[in-house]
Nanobody, 124 residues
Framework: QVQLMQSGGGLVQPGDSLRLSCVAS????????MGWFRQAPGKEREFVGV????????AYSDSVRGRFTISRDNAKNTVYLQLNRLKPEDTAVYYC?????????????????WGQGTQVTVSS
């Protein structure tokens, strides 16, 4: 069983940057793609991005492409989400998740382990 522990997040101003981290333990990290999702109040959970098992391939939602970057360090069992040029509409609780597959999916149903979530608030 995989446990995911998130860190990072907080209150920032528009245009600022943040980095979220997600450390995996208790299971096979390198055999899984890792995804990031977010959920704003009153809205459904939204796909943000995914990185494949090796880190050689990433995919992003249209709303964050070019601003957010996912990376992973398999030696540290850690996946990162770098958030740049943040906007107020990026305000949400962000979740990392471990996919059942190597390649990754945009659908949250493909993920069987989730982090605890971390709040990102973008406000002036």
């Amino acid at each position: 069983q995989v446990q995911l522990m998130q860190s990072g997040g907080g209150l920032v101003q528009p245009g600022d940057s943040l980095r979220l981290s997600c450390v995996a333990s208790g299971g096979t990290f390198t055999g899984r793609a890792m995804g990031w999702f977010r959920q704003a109040p009153g809205k459904e959970r939204e796909f943000v991005g995914v990185i494949n098992w090796s880190g050689s391939s990433t995919a992003y939602s249209d709303s964050v492409r070019g601003r957010f970057t996912i990376s992973r360090d398999n030696a540290k069992n850690t996946v990162y989400l770098q958030l740049n040029r943040l906007k107020p509409e990026d305000t949400a609780v962000y979740y990392c998740a471990a996919d059942r597959s190597l390649g990754g999916s945009r659908s949250f149903t493909s993920y069987d382990y989730w982090g605890q979530g971390t709040q990102v608030t973008v406000s002036s």
